[in-house]
């Protein structure tokens, strides 16, 4: 395509989006590590920054990427995924969390970020290029082994949360592709029978994370279990319908909230901006997901469909979720708010994401 086409097609209405709520995510991460004498939280800001600055890149160069070549390539994407879990576990580091999730390569990153947006494309081709066999179980049995592979990966890590994500990947878009209600019930029931099993494997901070959501008051000392749930509910509460101001929130500026840069970050939000700044946050990424929904519409063919919803998915599903939990209202699973919350590799694979979905929108076929 010629470069005037592509800009003349771009989706300008979702990149600013995107940045607006990049910068003020970098903004608020300033905010929760103000004074901080740790080295990490220290280089928190200008880390967001460089990764700011390289995804952006990274976004525009995806956009003159025609994601179909991805598609064509499908095969060393996914065998790329496999291997840079696998060397997760070979040669991994703990993170604050104490999951063996990071690989150090001059800078730390966390490869199952970066499979959240392969298993997208090589899911998503596996999907539109059975869109004719999709009353087939085998088709079924095929996309449930796909997904499966890099899930037990990223659980032994462990990494529970983005368990979840790829399950909720598969679900979104094997619903998209078509997929009878039979089918996508069958793997639902499969996922409902492996919850014992997979209950009895998960480590004591994970049940514990489950059973402080449905038992949330049983009077733990000080600084139990649920501390930082209770501060989370105080920050919240404390900020009103304005907040406190930027830089003056208590729970946030006294360290009572813990792992407010990534977390709970949507908490430093509410208390120094308020019910209006966590409304307007929730705005500007429910507009991102609107525009990605909208490319999905506008897709050439099935594969630009697949990535723009599984895109919108991830982004959508740890939204709800990092909200959820800050508000008390679903289990702490350790997802971020994405584009808002500190993570490199977190911000870099997002970024990444919604180039991918420029690209699919710079070669429709329909316009809105």
Request: aromatic share 10%; glycine share 10%.
């Amino acid at each position: 395509m010629r470069t005037t086409n592509i800009w003349r097609q771009f989706d300008y209405v979702l990149l600013i989006a995107t940045l607006v709520l990049v910068v003020f995510g970098i903004i608020m991460i300033r905010s929760a590590t103000n004074g901080a004498t740790d080295p990490d939280l220290i280089n928190r800001v200008p880390s967001q920054i460089q990764f700011m600055v390289i995804g952006t890149i990274l976004l525009l160069l995806m956009t003159y990427i025609d994601y179909r070549l991805l598609g064509s390539i499908h095969l060393w994407l996914y065998l790329f995924m496999v291997g840079i879990l696998i060397m997760v576990l070979l040669f991994g580091q703990e993170g604050d969390g104490g999951s063996k999730s990071w690989l150090n390569i001059g800078i730390l990153i966390q490869p199952a970020e970066i499979a959240k947006l392969l298993i997208i494309i090589t899911l998503g081709y596996h999907f539109s290029n059975r869109y004719h066999k999709l009353d087939s179980i085998k088709t079924v049995f095929g996309s449930l082994i796909h997904v499966a592979v890099p899930i037990g990966l990223i659980f032994i890590q462990p990494d529970l949360g983005t368990v979840i994500v790829f399950s909720v990947l598969w679900f979104t878009l094997a619903w998209a592709a078509g997929l009878r209600i039979k089918h996508i019930g069958m793997g639902l029931f499969i996922a409902i029978v492996s919850f014992p099993i997979l209950w009895s494997v998960m480590l004591p901070y994970q049940r514990e994370r489950i059973t402080n959501f449905i038992t949330p008051d049983t009077g733990e000392d000080r600084f139990g279990s649920r501390y930082n749930i209770r501060q989370a509910a105080i920050a919240i509460g404390s900020g009103g319908l304005f907040g406190k101001g930027y830089g003056n929130g208590t729970q946030t500026q006294y360290r009572f909230l813990r792992v407010r840069h990534t977390d709970f970050i949507f908490c430093v939000i509410a208390e120094e901006f308020g019910l209006v700044g966590g409304t307007i946050v929730i705005i500007i990424m429910g507009v991102v997901i609107w525009r990605i929904l909208r490319a999905a519409r506008l897709a050439a063919d099935p594969l630009g469909s697949m990535i723009c919803y599984g895109v919108a998915a991830t982004i959508f599903f740890q939204s709800v979720t990092a909200i959820g939990m800050n508000v008390g209202i679903l289990p702490v699973t350790g997802l971020t708010l994405p584009l808002v919350s500190s993570g490199g590799t977190s911000l870099m694979s997002i970024l990444i994401g919604i180039g991918l979905v420029q690209s699919v929108v710079v070669r429709r076929r329909r316009f809105a």
